[in-house]
Protein backbone atom coordinates (compact mmCIF):
# COMPACT_ATOMS: atom_id res chain seq x y z
CA UNK A 1 0.00 0.00 0.00
CA UNK A 2 1.20 3.58 -0.94
CA UNK A 3 2.05 6.00 2.11
CA UNK A 4 -1.06 8.30 0.57
CA UNK A 5 -3.41 5.87 0.54
CA UNK A 6 -2.86 4.90 4.55
CA UNK A 7 -4.36 8.60 5.40
CA UNK A 8 -7.66 7.44 6.80
CA UNK A 9 -6.11 4.08 8.53
CA UNK A 10 -3.62 6.78 10.11
CA UNK A 11 -6.18 9.36 11.16
CA UNK A 12 -8.17 6.45 12.44
CA UNK A 13 -4.98 5.70 14.92
CA UNK A 14 -5.36 1.67 13.18
CA UNK A 15 -1.90 1.90 11.72
CA UNK A 16 0.88 -0.14 14.12
CA UNK A 17 4.15 1.50 15.40
CA UNK A 18 6.25 0.51 12.39
CA UNK A 19 3.27 1.72 9.54
CA UNK A 20 2.69 4.86 11.79
CA UNK A 21 6.25 6.05 11.93
CA UNK A 22 6.92 5.84 7.90
CA UNK A 23 3.92 7.57 7.43
CA UNK A 24 4.62 10.35 9.42
CA UNK A 25 8.00 10.51 7.74
CA UNK A 26 5.95 10.88 4.44
CA UNK A 27 3.70 13.45 5.56
CA UNK A 28 6.47 15.58 6.89
CA UNK A 29 7.39 15.99 2.74
CA UNK A 30 3.24 15.38 1.00
CA UNK A 31 1.66 18.46 0.98
CA UNK A 32 -1.25 16.52 -0.32
CA UNK A 33 -1.65 14.12 2.69
CA UNK A 34 -0.55 17.09 5.18
CA UNK A 35 -3.93 18.92 3.08
CA UNK A 36 -6.11 15.96 3.34
CA UNK A 37 -5.46 15.57 7.59
CA UNK A 38 -6.12 18.94 8.25
CA UNK A 39 -9.38 18.45 6.43
CA UNK A 40 -10.31 15.29 7.77
CA UNK A 41 -9.54 16.77 11.33
CA UNK A 42 -11.87 19.66 10.45
CA UNK A 43 -14.54 17.42 8.92
CA UNK A 44 -14.04 15.22 12.48
CA UNK A 45 -14.57 18.25 14.69
CA UNK A 46 -17.38 19.39 12.58
CA UNK A 47 -19.21 15.70 13.10
CA UNK A 48 -18.51 15.46 17.51
CA UNK A 49 -22.32 15.95 18.47
CA UNK A 50 -22.52 19.46 20.80
CA UNK A 51 -23.37 18.50 24.72
CA UNK A 52 -26.86 17.38 25.28
CA UNK A 53 -29.02 20.36 26.73
CA UNK A 54 -29.55 20.21 30.87
CA UNK A 55 -33.59 20.10 29.88
CA UNK A 56 -34.97 18.87 26.99
CA UNK A 57 -36.77 22.20 25.49
CA UNK A 58 -40.34 21.57 23.78
CA UNK A 59 -41.23 18.61 26.16
CA UNK A 60 -42.93 20.71 28.71
CA UNK A 61 -43.51 24.62 30.04
CA UNK A 62 -43.81 26.97 28.14
CA UNK A 63 -42.64 25.81 25.02
CA UNK A 64 -44.70 22.81 24.95
CA UNK A 65 -45.44 22.21 21.36
CA UNK A 66 -43.61 25.99 19.80
CA UNK A 67 -40.45 23.92 19.15
CA UNK A 68 -40.49 21.39 16.59
CA UNK A 69 -36.85 21.13 15.20
CA UNK A 70 -33.48 23.30 15.84
CA UNK A 71 -30.82 22.33 13.09
CA UNK A 72 -27.15 23.41 13.75
CA UNK A 73 -24.36 23.45 10.80
CA UNK A 74 -21.84 20.93 11.95
CA UNK A 75 -19.01 23.24 10.98
CA UNK A 76 -19.97 26.72 12.47
CA UNK A 77 -22.20 25.14 15.42
CA UNK A 78 -24.43 27.94 14.41
CA UNK A 79 -28.20 26.97 14.01
CA UNK A 80 -29.85 27.57 11.18
CA UNK A 81 -33.30 27.45 9.70
Known amino acids: MKPCEQILLYA ?3 LNAEDKT ?3 THL ?3 GACQAELKFLA ?3 EG ?3 PA ?3 RAVGVGGPYRGRVR ?3 VDVFTRTPSV
Open 52 to 54: APQ
Open 28 to 30: KTC
Open 12 to 14: QGE
Open 42 to 44: KLD
Open 47 to 49: LTP
Open 69 to 71: CVC
Open 22 to 24: AFE
